[in-house]
């Protein structure tokens, strides 16, 4: 079973307008970290959001928020305000075992969701 | 600013040449790591430092190997390049196991 799902391999959205990507995840860890990557088209990995398993509130970076509905296993980001520089692969990951302790030094990776932002 | 530093960001070599790719970070992170990364697909990890202790992945081939000298400085080679390793090649650091890791822009390599 996949550890990171992500249903939307793409998505489109209008400048200025708010989108909801999708990302659910599996695991029998009770500590976890959830991350947000983008990937333009240039090819870097560019960090943007963490959601630790135990942080009682959504992470919010500015534009970027994390939907953490942790019953559900859902951890959505939302881009508010969307730019055309947003246009990029969006990568959902998760750390399973609780940072404090080390934990795996793994990150296991979504197949991404690619955003289109149109003008 | 603080950053993870690829070169080459492009290389070409033929299939069979060695060749080594490598990364800085002046992040003064403990963990490095690096990532293969195939059109269309998600990263994944070859293997990690934690300092100077290597950790490989089970599924990494023997065609790939890593060092790494010092703190700021880590290098993948590539023994034998074969059509199949073409792809992009990510470095990233953490602080330690586990905590956010960042990434460098990529090294983008062709075999010929």
């Known amino acids: 079973a996949q550890k990171i799902t992500q249903t939307q391999p793409g998505m489109f959205v209008q400048e200025k307008e708010a989108v909801t990507l999708d990302c659910t995840y599996d695991t029998s860890d009770q500590s976890y970290g959830l991350f947000w990557y983008k990937q333009p088209s240039s090819g870097e990995m560019i960090f943007l959001i963490y959601?630790?398993?135990?942080?009682?509130q959504n992470a919010t970076e500015g534009r970027y928020s994390l939907n953490f509905q942790k019953a559900r296993k859902s951890a959505n980001l939302v881009i508010s305000a969307s730019q055309l520089g947003d246009s990029a692969m969006y990568f959902c990951a998760m750390r399973e075992g609780r940072e404090a302790q080390g934990g795996s030094e793994k990150l296991v990776f979504g197949k991404g969701t690619k955003l289109t932002v149109n003008p | 600013d603080a950053m993870v530093i690829q070169n080459p960001r492009y290389q070409v070599t033929q299939f069979g040449k060695p060749v080594t790719l490598s990364c800085s970070q002046t992040?003064?992170?403990?963990?490095m790591y690096w990532y293969q990364q195939k059109s269309s697909q998600a990263p994944k990890l070859l293997f990690h430092y934690y300092d100077k202790d290597f950790n490989n992945e089970a599924d990494t081939p023997d065609n790939f190997q890593s060092r790494r000298p010092n703190t700021s400085f880590c290098f993948l080679d590539i023994r034998s390049p074969g059509l199949g390793d073409a792809a992009m090649y990510l470095c990233a650091t953490s602080r330690f196991q586990g905590q956010t890791q960042y990434f460098g822009p990529g090294t983008r390599l062709l075999v010929l």
């Open positions: 959601q630790g398993s135990y942080d009682e």
């Open positions: 992040l003064n992170h403990n963990v």
